[in-house]
C-alpha cells in the first residue's frame, strides 16, 4: 500500500468535470480519481475550512461512525476495473477492524472530516498513476523521456482500455503549480 495526500481538486475545461488529484506521499507520482460535483464540493470545503449551517451527507456519516464509538483507521483505493475506481473505509469498532466497500470520493470526503489517513493499493497506482515532470508540469509518459529508447510496438487492445478513462483529460491537463507550495486545494 501507498500513503496518499490530497494534491488538489480540478476541474475539466472541455466537460466541467472534475477530478480529484492524489499524490503518493514522498513521490511525484499523482494518481488522477473522476469524481462528481457534489463529492467534489464537500471534499474543497472541508479542504479549505469552510462552515456550512448544516451537516453534509459526509459529516453525518462520520458523526454516525463516531457515535456508535467507532473510528475511520483509514480509506483504501482498493482497485480498478473497467475504468472504474474501487474504495474501502476501514473502521476500527470494538478491537476488530471492519471494511465497508465505498466509492472513492465518498471515501475521501469522510477522510478529509476524519483526518484518517489514505492509501492506495501499488498495483492501482501502477495502473492509473502519472508521473510528472516537475520542470514542465506535464504527464512523464512512458517512452517518450529523452533518456529512453522508445520501445516499437503496438499497443495491446487491455492497454488502451485501461486506459480509456484517462488519456484525453492527461493530455489536456495544465499541472504547471503542481508541487509548489503556494498550489490551493482547488483550482476552477
Known sequence: MLELIIDSIRVSLMNYQRVVILRV????????????PTEADAIALKLQDVDVPRPLTHDLLGAIITSLGATVEHILVSDLSDDTFYAKIVLKLNGSTLEI????????????????????????????????????????????????????????????????????????????????????????
Do not use: C, H
Not at 489517513?117 to 492501482?124: K, M, N, Q, T
Not at 512523464?140 to 492497454?159: A, F, K, L, S, W
Open 25 to 36: 506521499k514522498d513521490a511525484d507520482k499523482y494518481l488522477p480519481i473522476w469524481i462528481g
Open 101 to 188: 466497500d465505498s466509492r472513492p470520493s465518498d471515501a475521501l470526503a469522510l477522510a478529509v472530516r476524519t483526518k484518517a489517513p489514505i492509501f492506495a493499493e501499488s498495483s492501482v497506482v501502477e495502473k492509473a498513476g502519472v508521473q510528472m515532470d516537475m520542470e514542465s508540469g506535464k504527464p512523464v509518459i512512458p517512452g517518450q523521456e529523452t533518456n529512453e529508447v522508445r520501445e516499437d510496438r503496438p499497443v495491446r487492445e487491455e492497454e488502451l482500455k485501461g486506459l480509456s478513462a484517462f488519456q484525453d483529460f492527461i493530455g489536456q491537463l495544465d499541472l504547471e503549480d503542481i508541487g509548489s507550495e503556494d498550489n490551493p486545494s482547488t483550482n476552477n
